[in-house]
Each structure stands twice: as C-alpha cells, then as structure tokens.
C-alpha cells in the first residue's frame, strides 16, 4: 500500500468514525452476532491510526469507543491477512498469543472478519469472541461473513450521506459566495440581457457580449443544445415556467453545469413579451454527486432511491441484480406496480412510514417469487422521496432459523426430561407425565399426538393424547381409546413397534383412515382430519416400551429430517425414563421385600395390642436400615424396640439385621433390663469390629402382681441417641419419654455408661416408638417435627391403633416420604371391669 492510498484510508476512517460509534443500525448487527454465534462479545472496531470500538454487544458500560493500541489489536491481524482470522485457543496461538487482551485473559477465542469498503479499503473488523477457548464451525465463519457485508453497508452508507450532505453544503456556500446570475430576454426584439454574474459564469467579457440568443447556444456543450433550445421553446410556446440544466464549454477549455430558470411574462391578451429569470453554476453538486453514484455503483448492497410519486429515480448495479430487472426497467416505473406483492407487506408499511413520519426504518420482510427471498432493509426520507438499501439475508435467516430450532428441540428435550423425571414411582404417575410431555410436544413436532405403551405382559394401549385445538382434545381422546382395536396389522404405529424404525407417512388418511372400520372410530379420525404423520417407538436398552404418534394438518409441511431427530431425541428420552421407572420399581419392591423378611410380625400378648409399619421412603429404591422389634420374654415381660443403623444401602440393611439379632440374643434373658440390653449390645458392636454406628430405644413393658391387681403397668426405658418414644395416657395426656440429657448412639464408646428411667401408667395407656424419619426431613426440623405428632397424637387418640398409625403417616408426612419410617405401638388393653 503506498504512502499516499494509506493516507486516503486513514482519512476515510477518521471520517467514518465519527458516524459510527454508537450507531443503532451497527449495534443490531452486533447484538445479532451474539445471538447467532452464542458468544460473549461481538464488536465493530475501525482501524486507524489506532483501534477504536465503534459498537459492541456484550461490553461493559463505557467501552464503546475506546481505543486500543494497533499492537495489541486483534482485528488489525484479521486486517492485515485480508481473510477471516480464526482463532480458537488465543493463548496458545503465535499469531495473537502476545497481544495484551489474550494476556489479560479477556481473550480466549476469536473470530474476526475484515471489513472492506469500495476500492478495496480495509476500514476494520467484525469480531466475536469470549474469555474461553472454543471452536468455530464453518457455518460460524459463514453467519459472521454476511453479518459482516451488512455492517460494511452501513459503513458505507454512512460515508455516502456523509458526502452528500458535505456536497451540498459546499455548494450552498458556493451558491452564497458567488451569488446568481439574472436574465431577461425580450421576446420581441430578441435582445438577451445578462448580469455581471451571469456575463462572467459563461467566461465573456462584459464588451464581448452580444447580448442574443444565438451566443448563449453558441457557449453550450453541443449535446445539450439542442435539448436546451427546445425546452425553451416548449416554454414559450405554453407560457409556462423553465427548468433545465446544462453544460457550458469555457473558453480555456473547462466544463461547467449550471442550472437556468426562467417564467415567461404575457401582454394582456396572453401573447409571450419576455422571459425572466436567474442561472447558477451546479458544478459542485454535479461533483459531489458522481462522487456518490461511484460509491453507490461500487457497494455490494442494492440501493435505489424513489420520487414522491414512489417512482424509480436511481437504482445501482447490486439492486439490477438482486431485482431481477435492468434500470431501462426500472427506472420511472412505480414501485407498487413493478413489485406488486410489495403492497400491503412490510415494505410498504415501513416504506410509508419513513416518509410520513420523517425517520429511519429498519427492518426485514419476505418478497415471494420470482425473487423468493428474505431482505434486511433500511429506509430513510429525503427532500425528493425515499432512499433504500438492502440486502439478501436469505442464508442468514436460515442460519438464524435453524439456531432457533436447535435451541427449541433442545428446550424440548429439556422440558422433556424434567417432567418425564416425575415418573418413578408408579404407572399412574408415569402416565401422568407422558400426558405432561403430549401436551409439551404440541404444536412443536405436530398438531396433535397419541402416547402408546407396552404393558409388561405384552398388551398396548394408549395413554396419553393432546391436541393444539382445546376443541379437538376430546376427539382425539376418543380416538385414541378406539383406534388400536381398529387398526389393520400394517398400519405404521404397529410397524414401528415392530420394527424399532421411524415411520413418517405423507398421507396417513390413504394409510391409515381408509383401512379403519366404519363408526366412531372412523369418524373421529375424519374429524381430525390429518395430512401427515410420524410414528417411532420408544425404546432402550434394547427393549420397546411403546411409541409416540404425531399428526399434521394438510396446511403444515410433512415432518422433515430436523423434526425426526427432534421426536427420535425426544422418544430416547421419554423411552430411557420409562425403563428406568421399570427397573426403579423392580429394584424397590425387591428392596422392600428384603427389608420386610428381615422384619417379623409383633408378638400379641394377652394384656396388649401390638401394631407395626414400615415404609420406605417414596425418593429412593434404597435399603434403609431402620428396623422395630417387639418379642415377649420368658417371664411374660414385652421387650419394644426401635433402631435406626447410620446410612441407607445393604451395607445397612445387613448390620440393621446384625444388631436386630444380637438385641434380641441379648435381651431375651429373663430379667434383664433395657440399659443393660443396650450396654451388652454396644460392648458387642465394638468387640466384633462391626464399626456401625446407630440408633435404638428400649421400652420393656412389665408389672407384678400388687400392679396388675390395681391395674397399672411399669414401663422401664433407655435411649441411645433415638427419637424418644411417646405415651398417651387414657385421660389424653402424653408423656414424653426422655431423660435429663441425650445418651450416645451405639457403636461410638463401649464404655458409655447406659441409664434407664421408668413410669406408671394404667390400663388403655398407649405407648408410641418411632424412627426420625416421621419427624424431622428437608423440609421439617426435629423439634418442630416431634411437636407436630405430639398434637396429632393427641387429636387421634380415640381412633383404634391401626387407624392410628396410618392416620398418623398420613398427617405427617402427606406428600411422601423423604427416609424411611418404623413405627411400633402397644396399647394395653383396659382392665376387666
């Protein structure tokens, strides 16, 4: 580049800057560059003598407009290739790696395409990029491409209006500095008289004048003579008013333009008697002008311009392309009628508006065949009508579209999974969120859909339907509850199921209704009325649990390849959950019957009722180890207990049932109390090396012969670490059975020295041992959680004791269980009146 073409590109920067920073039809740009790229920043930087941010989208407050040495700029390396410069790792790239924005870590990636103005002129860059590293597809480097053909439009825009306001402004000044020649010509005589002005703008001197006619023509560029003199004539001849512009050829070799008006002025009768009027030189404009239309022939964006009467006044070589039709077309022909499908679009609503209310549209708008395309337009009034430029953003939009279909389907499969994950529990639930999904899938991937599953002894049915049109849903409800009955072996919901394959039908109503028998079936299905289908099964781990059926309306496309891999990843999701609520169900009714066999059924003394529950919790297919125990020993004595061993897996469950049956071994022994149980049971623990950790209270039921004369009972009980256990006494008083202070879990010191306390109570007496789970979860503290069953207890004393137990699961934990739960009660019978 030589000193003086370096100059002008500097000169021509400094002159767009000022233009664009912070211009709003830039900025778009910028903020769709984001979008479509999902990148962190994207940025116009203009190269001068240094870097300064014009726009940007994803930038602090106040850094537009900052400068940034050419040493440290990226773009200026995107500059200087003359090609997209891609950047993936920038600390580990040469040609950046030094820069101070990769030092910085402000940088990790980059994408940068130059920005080139007519006369190959690089101005600057578009760039993307972010603080990580990552890849650029080539459909990145395509999407910012066109992005960067429309911002090098606007740039251009911006220096053309620049030098149309400055070409005017000069020959305004032109005009005030030099002043306007006058004339008046006498129609009679033929005597032409000029002013000094106008004597000196034709080069005469004042004496060389013959003040005629014939020596005006004589001074015009011979194309424009005789053009000029008929005009004056026409003017004559119609006493009207004269408008015309021509050259005039100087003496010394130099070509003007200049601009002559002129009215004719009539005698009474309306005979023409002179023409008056002024001339100036329009040589300034003349140049200012060709000056734009090469910029304006140059540009690689269309651009016409229209008259007040929406006529065609100037079109450039890009709009002839993109139009389809030559400027000899085009020109002087109306807009609305050249472009028809123009009238009542967005073309003619922005267009209009532009000019009503004197401001800038921009926007994008569709134009059907021939052209078929979609157009970024931009709209401005001036004093004659209307200037437009556009481009063709076809590609991009379909870029565009399609990041906006990734990112629905993705969404799908989202929304898809997180209610397909409210499906572990049981049938009813999963077919409730099959009906979640139905409805999620409309109108996405079709108008209406049907779900399809597979029982586990072979039989399908149709679960869940839904349909775009509230009016419809019961229709095709009814429709679903019918039509597997109906349908012939080869229809494509039975054939997916076979064949594990996707199935989308063109017309399903040759496929399928025509083979359907007659009668509500049938007429359901015409009364859906669908065009085009798909059906896929869902399947994992190489079984086929059901299926999904979408249906179209002839007014929608048949589903194409984007919408397949759409339901294909939908039904790998919804298939996926189901197989895992299946096996989730397995593995918990085999949890629950391990830990049930593990747990027997309570003794029934003759003075008592005893009643036990366990359940699991509803979150987990886990073994818990919580455990109860009630056994009567040999001296008649009932033993309750309550434990609860640290951690939910087998591991658990198999030392829950360890010390279940060391407790039992231990305090079976006649007389032996329940402190010495839990003393002998911890020495056990740690001489064995089990190295569990848990839970258990104790309550020994028992009473001599003076107690069970004056019916009373003696409860004897000790804790270690557990929830203590509650009484109900017959009056409704509930006594809760804890001591002064917390005792040791079992397993944490052998040597821990165990007390038990002891109580009276009467016949009727009810005597409560639970684990935490009842009282205390996520959502619910111990001591919140143990006043809530004290005042549940005492509200549901009267119900008998299994009433009790259920009602009190019930009260407590009503939206399920968050761990596990072992309840054992007792209630003493009342004494024999």
Same mark, same amino acid.
């Given at each position: 580049?030589?000193?003086?073409?370096?100059?002008?590109? !500097? =000169?021509?920067?400094?002159?767009?800057?000022?233009?664009?920073?912070?211009?709003?039809?830039?900025?778009?740009?910028? =903020?769709?560059?984001?979008?479509?790229? $999902?990148?962190?920043?994207?940025?116009?930087?203009?190269?001068?003598?240094?870097?300064?941010?014009?726009?940007?989208?994803?930038?602090?407050?106040?850094?537009?407009? +900052?400068?940034?040495?050419?040493?440290?700029?990226?773009?200026?390396?995107?500059?200087?290739?003359?090609?997209?410069?891609?950047?993936?790792?920038?600390?580990?790239?040469?040609?950046?790696?030094?820069?101070?924005?990769?030092r910085?870590?402000?940088?990790?990636?980059?994408?940068?395409?130059p920005?080139?103005?007519?006369?190959?002129?690089?101005?600057?860059?578009?760039?993307?990029?972010?603080?990580?590293?990552?890849?650029?597809?080539?459909?990145?480097?395509?999407?910012?491409?066109?992005?960067?053909?429309?911002?090098?439009?606007?740039?251009?825009?911006?220096?053309?209006?620049?030098?149309?306001? @400055?070409?005017?402004?000069?020959?305004?000044?032109?005009?005030?500095?030099?002043?306007?020649?006058?004339?008046?010509?006498?129609?009679?005589?033929g005597?032409?008289?000029?002013?000094?002005?106008?004597?000196?703008?034709?080069?005469?001197?004042?004496?060389?004048?013959?003040?005629?006619?014939?020596?005006?023509?004589?001074?015009?560029?011979?194309?424009?003579?005789?053009?000029?003199?008929?005009?004056?004539?026409?003017?004559?001849?119609?006493?009207?008013?004269? =408008?015309?512009?021509?050259?005039?050829?100087?003496?010394?070799?130099?070509?003007?333009?200049?601009?002559g008006?002129?009215?004719?002025?009539?005698?009474?009768?309306?005979?023409?008697?002179?023409?008056?009027?002024?001339?100036?030189?329009?040589?300034?404009?003349?140049?200012? =002008?060709?000056?734009?239309?090469?910029?304006?022939?140059?540009?690689?964006?269309?651009?016409?311009?229209?008259?007040?009467?929406w006529?065609?006044?100037?079109?450039?070589?890009?709009?002839?392309?993109?139009?389809?039709?030559?400027r000899?077309?085009?020109?002087?022909?109306?807009?609305?009628?050249?472009?028809?499908?123009?009238?009542?679009?967005?073309?003619?609503?922005?267009?209009?508006?532009?000019?009503?209310?004197?401001?800038?549209?921009?926007?994008?708008?569709?134009?059907?065949?021939?052209?078929?395309?979609? %157009?970024?337009?931009?709209?401005?009034?001036?004093?004659?009508?209307?200037?437009?430029?556009?481009?063709?953003?076809?590609?991009?939009?379909?870029?565009?579209?399609?990041?906006?279909?990734?990112t629905?389907?993705?969404?799908?499969?989202a929304?898809? +999974? &997180?209610?397909?994950?409210a499906?572990?529990?049981?049938?009813?639930?999963?077919?409730?969120?099959?009906?979640?999904?139905a409805e999620?899938?409309?109108?996405?991937?079709?108008d209406?859909?049907?779900?399809?599953?597979?029982?586990?002894?072979?039989r399908m049915?149709?679960?869940?339907?839904?349909?775009?049109?509230?009016r419809?849903?019961?229709?095709?409800?009814?429709?679903?509850?019918?039509?597997?009955?109906?349908?012939?072996?080869?229809?494509?919901?039975?054939?997916?199921?076979?064949?594990?394959?996707? %199935?989308v039908?063109?017309?399903?109503?040759?496929?399928?209704?025509?083979?359907?028998?007659?009668?509500?079936?049938?007429?359901?299905?015409?009364?859906?009325?669908?065009?085009?289908?798909?059906t896929?099964?869902l399947?994992?781990?190489?079984r086929? !649990?059901?299926?999904? &059926?979408?249906?179209?309306?002839?007014?929608?496309?048949?589903?194409?390849?984007?919408?397949?891999?759409?339901?294909h990843?939908?039904?790998?999701?919804?298939?996926?959950?189901? $197989?895992?609520?299946?096996?989730?169900?397995?593995?918990?009714?085999?949890?629950?019957?391990?830990?049930?066999?593990?747990?027997?059924?309570?003794?029934?003394?003759?003075?008592?009722?005893?009643?036990?529950?366990?359940?699991?919790?509803?979150?987990?297919?886990?073994?818990?180890?919580?455990?109860? $125990?009630?056994?009567?020993?040999?001296?008649?004595?009932?033993?309750?207990?309550?434990?609860d061993?640290?951690?939910?897996?087998?591991?658990?469950?198999?030392?829950? @049932?360890?010390?279940?049956?060391?407790?039992?071994?231990?305090?079976?022994?006649?007389?032996i109390?329940?402190?010495?149980?839990l003393?002998?049971?911890?020495? +056990?623990?740690?001489?064995?090396?089990?190295?569990?950790?848990?839970?258990?209270?104790?309550?020994?039921?028992?009473?001599?012969?003076?107690?069970?004369?004056?019916?009373?009972?003696?409860?004897?009980?000790?804790?270690?670490?557990?929830?203590?256990?509650?009484v109900?006494h017959?009056?409704?008083?509930?006594?809760?059975?804890?001591?002064?202070?917390?005792?040791?879990?079992?397993?944490?010191?052998?040597?821990?020295?165990?007390?038990? &306390?002891?109580?009276?109570?009467?016949?009727?007496?009810?005597? !409560? !041992?639970?684990?935490?789970?009842?009282?205390e979860?996520?959502?619910?503290?111990?001591?919140?959680?143990?006043?809530?069953?004290?005042?549940?207890?005492?509200?549901?004393?009267?119900?008998?004791?299994?009433?009790?137990? $259920?009602?009190?699961?019930?009260?407590?934990?009503?939206e399920?269980?968050?761990?596990?739960?072992?309840?054992?009660?007792?209630?003493?019978?009342?004494?024999?009146?």
């Amino acid at each position: 580049m030589t000193a003086a073409s370096d100059a002008s590109r !500097l =000169d021509l920067v400094r002159h767009l800057t000022g233009g664009a920073v912070g211009a709003r039809n830039l900025q778009r740009l910028t =903020d769709l560059a984001v979008r479509l790229l $999902d990148c962190d920043v994207a940025q116009v930087s203009l190269l001068g003598e240094v870097q300064t941010a014009v726009v940007a989208t994803g930038l602090p407050p106040g850094a537009v407009g +900052t400068q940034l040495p050419l040493g440290d700029s990226l773009c200026a390396v995107a500059v200087s290739g003359a090609a997209p410069l891609v950047v993936e790792d920038a600390a580990a790239d040469p040609r950046v790696s030094g820069k101070a924005p990769v030092r910085s870590g402000e940088i990790g990636a980059y994408l940068g395409i130059p920005l080139v103005v007519p006369e190959d002129q690089p101005v600057g860059a578009l760039c993307v990029y972010g603080p990580r590293a990552r890849s650029w597809s080539e459909r990145d480097v395509t999407v910012l491409r066109q992005l960067a053909a429309s911002v090098t439009t606007e740039l251009q825009l911006t220096a053309v209006t620049a030098e149309l306001e @400055g070409s005017r402004l000069r020959f305004e000044l032109a005009i005030d500095a030099a002043g306007i020649g006058s004339f008046d010509w006498d129609l009679s005589s033929g005597r032409l008289i000029w002013d000094d002005r106008l004597v000196e703008l034709f080069g005469f001197e004042r004496g060389a004048f013959d003040e005629s006619f014939d020596s005006f023509l004589g001074r015009l560029h011979p194309e424009d003579r005789r053009r000029t003199a008929e005009a004056v004539q026409a003017v004559i001849e119609q006493n009207g008013v004269l =408008d015309v512009e021509y050259r005039v050829e100087l003496p010394w070799g130099e070509t003007r333009w200049v601009q002559g008006r002129g009215r004719v002025v009539v005698d009474d009768e309306g005979r023409p008697l002179r023409m008056i009027g002024a001339a100036y030189d329009t040589t300034p404009q003349r140049d200012g =002008d060709a000056r734009v239309a090469r910029v304006l022939e140059a540009m690689k964006s269309s651009f016409f311009a229209v008259d007040r009467e929406w006529r065609f006044t100037y079109v450039n070589a890009e709009a002839e392309r993109v139009l389809g039709a030559s400027r000899e077309e085009l020109l002087g022909g109306v807009v609305w009628e050249l472009f028809p499908a123009a009238v009542g679009s967005g073309f003619e609503r922005h267009y209009r508006a532009a000019v009503e209310l004197g401001s800038e549209q921009m926007f994008e708008a569709y134009y059907p065949a021939p052209l078929d395309a979609w %157009f970024e337009v931009r709209a401005w009034p001036t004093p004659d009508g209307l200037s437009v430029s556009f481009l063709d953003v076809t590609e991009r939009r379909a870029a565009e579209e399609q990041a906006r279909r990734s990112t629905d389907r993705l969404s799908l499969v989202a929304q898809t +999974t &997180s209610a397909m994950s409210a499906s572990l529990g049981s049938v009813a639930s999963e077919e409730r969120a099959l009906q979640r999904v139905a409805e999620l899938l409309v109108p996405g991937l079709g108008d209406w859909v049907i779900f399809s599953l597979v029982d586990e002894d072979g039989r399908m049915r149709d679960v869940a339907s839904w349909h775009r049109d509230a009016r419809l849903r019961q229709t095709v409800a009814r429709y679903a509850a019918l039509r597997l009955a109906s349908l012939q072996p080869g229809a494509p919901v039975l054939r997916a199921l076979a064949s594990g394959q996707v %199935f989308v039908v063109d017309d399903v109503a040759e496929a399928v209704g025509r083979t359907l028998p007659p009668g509500e079936v049938s007429e359901a299905f015409g009364a859906l009325s669908p065009r085009s289908a798909m059906t896929l099964p869902l399947a994992a781990r190489g079984r086929t !649990l059901g299926a999904l &059926s979408s249906y179209r309306s002839a007014d929608r496309p048949v589903p194409d390849e984007e919408d397949v891999a759409t339901a294909h990843d939908v039904a790998g999701r919804i298939a996926l959950a189901l $197989d895992n609520a299946r096996l989730y169900r397995q593995q918990r009714r085999l949890a629950e019957d391990l830990q049930r066999s593990l747990l027997t059924a309570p003794p029934q003394p003759d003075d008592a009722e005893i009643v036990v529950r366990y359940h699991p919790a509803m979150a987990a297919a886990e073994v818990g180890g919580d455990w109860y $125990d009630a056994f009567v020993q040999p001296t008649g004595a009932t033993m309750l207990v309550i434990g609860d061993v640290v951690g939910h897996d087998t591991e658990a469950a198999a030392a829950m @049932g360890q010390l279940r049956g060391m407790l039992r071994g231990v305090a079976y022994r006649d007389g032996i109390g329940p402190a010495r149980v839990l003393g002998d049971l911890d020495a +056990t623990v740690q001489g064995l090396g089990m190295g569990t950790l848990a839970t258990a209270a104790i309550v020994r039921i028992e009473q001599d012969d003076e107690e069970r004369a004056a019916g009373l009972t003696r409860l004897r009980w000790s804790n270690a670490g557990h929830p203590p256990p509650l009484v109900l006494h017959p009056g409704g008083r509930i006594e809760v059975l804890a001591g002064e202070r917390a005792e040791l879990m079992l397993g944490v010191d052998a040597g821990t020295r165990r007390t038990e &306390s002891q109580t009276t109570v009467a016949r009727g007496t009810t005597v !409560l !041992l639970y684990t935490d789970g009842l009282v205390e979860g996520r959502d619910l503290l111990l001591d919140e959680g143990t006043e809530r069953l004290v005042v549940a207890l005492r509200e549901m004393a009267d119900l008998p004791l299994p009433e009790l137990c $259920d009602a009190l699961l019930e009260r407590l934990r009503p939206e399920g269980l968050q761990d596990d739960v072992a309840l054992v009660a007792v209630r003493l019978h009342p004494q024999d009146p």
